[in-house]
């Protein structure tokens, strides 16, 4: 096969890549995908990050194994964790990862609302282990004086989301509790690629906040990359997309519902 019909490859601990993928489906339908969701391994976000960083090393690898020519690692936490080291060991692969989309939140309370001196609200939802990561802290540092950031570490919620509704009963009681004292924020970043699934349930419970997430901005980037690198699909015909898991089967077939969904 030549290098431009290879595939790319996408992870995450499970089914929440999928947000990112369907974006990348979106804008670039003639690349053949490979999603890997390693659910054996599923939640990352209450791991360690060494971790969460030999797994996703191992999912890196397993897709290069199978042939894929770039990788976009669909998983905050696995960003965080990997991306840097991952670009170190192999600078000759494009490699893309995930962050909370905190900038384009930021100039919305800027730009949008008027809000130009530091006051507009941004509430950013990530796992615990996002948010302790030096990554993060560094994101955040880069914007405090121009919005208040508050960072919400979700315990389980990927896991809820996981169990295969991301609209149930659990999920909602679980935001309804969460969400609670945060109504008056002006933007919320979805930073785990799994609540895009519940954004309209965010939603309800926040009415008027503007959601963000970072799916788009990151299939935006793989393609940009993937296309510097001379190594964009030039074929006219619908790209495949392959969906497997660490796990089992039932856990493909909800990658395929979230994907359809
Ligand atoms: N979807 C992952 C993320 O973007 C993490 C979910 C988990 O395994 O905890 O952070």
């Known amino acids: 096969m030549i290098d431009r019909e290879k595939p790319i490859g996408v992870f995450d601990s499970g089914v929440g890549g999928v947000s990112v993928l369907r974006e990348l489906v979106r804008i670039a339908p003639f690349e053949n995908i490979i999603y890997y969701g390693d659910s054996a391994n599923a939640p990352y976000g209450d791991k360690s990050t060494d971790e969460v960083r030999e797994l996703a090393f191992a999912a890196f690898n ?3 194994s199978m042939g894929a020519k770039a990788i976009v690692v669909a998983c905050n936490t696995a960003t965080g964790a990997s991306v840097r080291l991952l670009r170190e060991q192999y600078p000759d692969i494009p490699i893309v990862g995930i962050e909370p989309a905190i900038k384009p939140a930021v100039i919305y309370g800027e730009t949008v609302l008027g809000k130009s001196d530091g006051s507009s609200k941004v509430l950013v939802m990530a796992t615990p282990v996002t948010i302790s990561q030096s990554k993060f802290a560094h994101l955040t540092e880069e914007y405090e004086k121009r919005a208040k950031i508050i960072p919400l570490p979700c315990p389980h919620l990927a896991e809820l989301i996981e169990a295969g509704d991301p609209n149930s009963i659990e999920v909602e009681n679980y935001l309804k509790e969460l969400l609670a004292p945060y109504k008056d924020v002006d933007s919320v970043v979805l930073g785990c690629t799994h609540y895009p699934f519940s954004a309209s349930l965010i939603g309800e419970l926040l009415p008027g906040v503007k ?10 980037e793989a393609l ?13 015909t619908e790209g495949s997309i392959s969906f497997i898991s660490s796990k089992n089967e039932e856990s493909t077939e909800l990658y395929k519902k979230f994907f359809y969904m």
């Open 62 to 64: 397993k897709l290069i």
């Open 211 to 220: 959601i963000f997430d970072g799916g788009l901005g990151t299939a935006k």
């Open 224 to 236: 940009r990359r993937i296309e510097a690198a001379g190594l964009k699909n030039e074929n006219k």
